[in-house]
């Protein structure tokens, strides 16, 4: 309640919301929160009824409003008619964050419960400028932000853009909204491999494939299997692969290259966005003149015959990662690692998170704390 007393104090004209996130005695909570100095007081839409009703009564008795946070409700939609009836004064369209990060869209959903009820409608969930202004357009009366205006750079800055948003939403220019594949590339292009392998809990990086021609690589999987110097089927990936693929190859040696520079200029030409060979590659000097991004775990000059034994687009293990067919493969000077195509959106948007915390952290270094201090990491040894 510290937390509550303090911002009334230091704004006693504005409106305080305690996010309580009432789950049960809504009542005693509502009660602390409203004598702390709280003007709207937040209950789990999700708690029981019976908890709903004695926190509107603490409510009506104490002079506050209540909102019914719709976070993690099975049925969001159904359960927004259902707070209406109960009395609520606000009902909260909340998409969380692991949610999120599975593609749910707090708008969509609230465009949807604004068809259904005239109680008065608030939205949060990963908003920023752009979404606040379609959230009002949507229907919303309060617009919650968080985490785009505390990880920004310029706190004032961000709050204000979005004040601005929330307050003339006819005025923002809406961005346009492209398919899946191209929102997880473009997060993918700004976050790094060990941003994206932190966020899969330190899986996903390939062991022995190193950098060869730098610069950054992200595209979908053709795989390739093939055998000692066989450069047959690699070639002929070429050809089946698409523009922004990345060709992946398994070759069981790493004495015989079979990759190099022909192979290389005719993968750039069909705009492939890289390579990636557990085995050898040959021509280096030409493959690097070229500029098409290249990670192997050799090179040699002998090459081997194309002879043609192996597959294209099966299942294959690469850098002693499972690697298939449409799985997100991006490269880095640090590495390579796997993003399985089922879970890309939501690990690019992770990655994402995890690059915004370094960032933070690079910054509050930068001011000239240390990097033990800021985690405090004497807080979490072992002993």
């Known amino acids: ?5 303090t911002m009334r104090k230091a704004f006693p004209e504005r409106t305080i919301l ?9 009542a005693l909570e509502v009660e602390m929160a409203a004598k702390a100095g709280a003007d709207v007081v937040i209950v789990l839409g999700s708690a029981d009824d019976s908890t709903l009703l004695d926190a509107l009564r603490s409510a009506h008795k104490y002079g506050v409003r209540l909102m019914a946070d719709l976070i993690s409700a099975p049925d969001p939609v159904k359960r927004a008619v259902e707070l209406e009836a109960l ?56 617009v ?21 948003s929330v307050d003339c939403p006819d005025a923002v220019e809406i961005r346009c ?13 700004e976050v790094s491999t060990s941003n994206i392998s932190d966020a899969m809990h330190r899986k996903g990086a390939m062991k022995g494939i190193h950098p060869l021609v730098g610069g950054k690589m992200v595209g979908t999987a053709v795989t390739v299997q093939t055998f000692p110097g066989d450069w047959a089927k690699p070639v002929e990936a070429i050809d089946i692969a698409k523009e922004g693929d990345v060709i992946v190859i398994y070759n069981e040696s790493k004495d015989v290259a ?38 192997t775990s050799n090179t040699v000059p002998n090459a081997g015959d194309p002879k043609g034994f192996g597959e294209i687009n099966a299942e294959i293990t690469c850098g002693g990662q499972t690697v298939k ?18 879970r890309a959106y939501e690990l690019a948007r992770r990655a994402k998170e995890v690059y915004k915390n370094e960032k933070r952290l690079f910054d509050e270094i930068k001011r000239g704390g240390t990097l033990s201090e800021i985690m405090e990491l004497k807080k979490w040894e072992k002993h």
């Open 177 to 189: 909204v492209g398919t899946v594949d191209q929102e997880i590339r473009e997060i993918l292009k």
């Open 87 to 142: 009395g609520v004064d606000y009902v909260n369209v909340h998409v969380g964050i692991d949610q999120q990060m599975m593609g749910k869209d707090p708008i969509s959903l609230l465009r949807e419960i604004a068809h259904k009820v005239n109680v008065q409608l608030a939205v949060a969930g990963g908003l920023d400028a752009n979404s606040a202004a379609l959230a009002v357009k949507a229907g919303a009366r309060v």
């Open 1 to 5: 309640m510290d937390a509550i007393r």
């Open 325 to 342: 067919p449409g799985d997100y493969i991006v490269g880095d000077e640090s590495g390579v690692v796997v993003i399985p195509a089922e």
């Open 18 to 26: 305690a996010d309580m996130k009432t789950v049960d005695t809504g």
């Open 144 to 164: 919650i932000v968080g985490g785009n205006i505390t990880h920004s750079d310029n706190v004032t800055e961000a709050a204000r853009k979005i004040r601005q």
């Open 258 to 295: 079979c990759w190099g520079g022909l192979a290389t200029l005719s993968a750039l030409n069909k705009g492939i966005a890289g390579v990636v060979i557990e085995g050898a590659v040959r021509d280096i000097d030409e493959v690097k003149n070229l500029g098409l991004p290249i990670y």
